[in-house]
């Protein structure tokens, strides 16, 4: 008897706790790093034609706008819309925007992030059920334009070096499948 409460009591408390987390669904990783690169490569590439000599706080909210109407373009590949903030280690962080204020909101969950790789040219996203996925870029003229340099520095300042992500494991872009709980969003963005 006492062992079948003891079993009721550990189902009980387990079923609350899990009430109690807030899990968005599974974000077709793919989709995020494509249409990561696509924004970061169109607003740098802007950035170059207004003659700035480095980013201000409101080209960098101009920036996370522009990637979030990006994000939840058509074909969209997530069912909620997608909110996006810059933290202020200059990782990419998406969210369920439920009420599309652009602000993340109590209840409104964690559905990936995006870090820029210095080290080893890429873009890594994560989901939030762990997995990671990475997206190669060549040559550093994609390193040297203002807005990733602003990215990096903010990087650096937070203590993120470059090497930090050297042993990060991920699943390169080309092989990337997006896992049966996120939703298919066509083709590659912008591409």
Known sequence: MFGQIKTLAVIGAAGIFLLGCKSEQTADLGQVLDRTEFVLSNYQEYLGTTGAEEVSDEQMAEFTEYY????????????????????????????????????????????????????????????????S??????????????????????????????????????????SYRAPSSARAGGPRAGK
Do not use: C, H
């Open 68 to 131: 979030t109407s990006v994000l939840n373009a058509d074909p969209r590949f997530y069912d909620k819309t997608l909110g996006l903030d810059v933290q202020a280690d200059a990782t990419f962080l998406g969210y369920a925007d439920a009420n599309a204020n652009g602000v993340q909101d109590e209840g409104e969950g964690k559905v990936f992030t995006v870090e820029i790789d210095e080290e080893n040219n890429r873009l890594i996203a994560t989901d939030v059920a762990g997995n």
């Open 133 to 174: 996925s990475g997206l190669r870029f060549s040559g550093t003229g994609f390193l040297t334009g203002m807005l990733l340099g602003n990215l990096l520095s903010r990087q650096r300042g937070a203590g993120i070096s470059k090497g930090s992500f050297n042993n990060r494991s991920v699943t390169p872009r080309s």
